[in-house]
């Protein structure tokens, strides 16, 4: 079993930067693919961002490429979303989500993934 929570949104301008941090719980965080997921409303969730377990592929959404950087540190058993150059249609709920069976092209997919955070706001103005 394995827990997430997420933390780092808020509201930022247009432009700005912000971090996402996501702790997890389970000693076998480690070898678990985790991924990076928004909603914003009206919309259904999409993906973001996606590292494998032995952080040697990454997978983004092309909206989000160059500008947004997913990395994991094991130790700490925590994920991260470093959020770059932000624009107001990246204004979402974002949650990270992990799996212990994902591998490849399947982690862009919402429903390769077993567990999921809380969510966190991220807001950005124009």
């Known amino acids: 079993q394995v827990q997430l929570v997420e933390s780092g949104g808020g509201l930022v301008q247009a432009g700005g930067s912000l971090r996402l941090s996501c702790a997890a719980s389970g000693r076998t965080f480690s070898s678990y693919a985790m991924g990076w997921f928004r909603q914003a409303p009206g919309l259904e969730r999409e993906f973001v961002a996606a590292?494998?377990?032995?952080?040697?592929?990454?997978y983004y959404a092309d909206a989000v490429k160059g500008r947004f950087t997913i990395s994991r540190d094991n130790v700490k058993n925590t994920g991260y979303l470093q959020m770059n150059s932000l624009k107001p249609e990246d204004t979402a709920v974002y949650y990270c989500?992990?799996?212990?069976w994902g591998i490849g092209g399947s982690l862009i997919l919402s429903l390769t993934y077993d567990y999921w955070g809380q969510g966190t706001q991220v807001t950005v103005s124009s």
């Open positions: 590292i494998n377990w032995s952080l040697d592929n990454t």
């Open positions: 989500a992990a799996t212990p």
